[in-house]
Nanobody, 121 residues
Framework: QVQLVESGGDLVQAGGSLRLSCAAS????????MGWYRQAPGNQRDMVAS???????NYADAVKGRFTISRDNAKNTVYLQMNSLKPDDTAVYYC???????????????WGKGTRVTVSS
């Protein structure tokens, strides 16, 4: 089995910073793309940032220049550094990873359970 566990969500004032982490564990052979998504109440889940296995990154327009995604392959962990936070960034943030498990050929997308970020004005 594979698990993704997010951490780092908190209540922060506008203009502040947070760093989210997502650690993957289990019978992992290889992790391909990793990414962060967010979902605010009443909204759909949207992509925030993604990073490929060779560190090519992609960001939603709303977070460009403020958020930075990175990964530590030795720790099977992806990070999201969030600066200049705005109330509109308030959401539950989910981690997603495309993982090839040991003994299997296919890649499967796994999701974490989310970590809540609240930005007060």
């Amino acid at each position: 089995q594979v698990q993704l566990v997010e951490s780092g969500g908190d209540l922060v004032q506008a203009g502040g910073s947070l760093r989210l982490s997502c650690a993957a564990s289990g019978s992992i052979l290889r992790i391909n793309d990793m990414g962060w998504y967010r979902q605010a109440p009443g909204n759909q889940r949207d992509m925030v940032a993604s990073i490929s296995s060779d560190n090519i990154t992609n960001y939603a327009d709303a977070v460009k220049g403020r958020f930075t995604i990175s990964r530590d392959n030795a720790k099977n962990t992806v990070y999201l550094q969030m600066n200049s936070l705005k109330p509109d960034d308030t959401a539950v943030y989910y981690c997603k990873a495309s993982i090839q498990r040991t003994g299997l050929f296919s890649r499967i997308n796994y999701w974490g359970k989310g970590t809540r970020v609240t930005v007060s004005s």
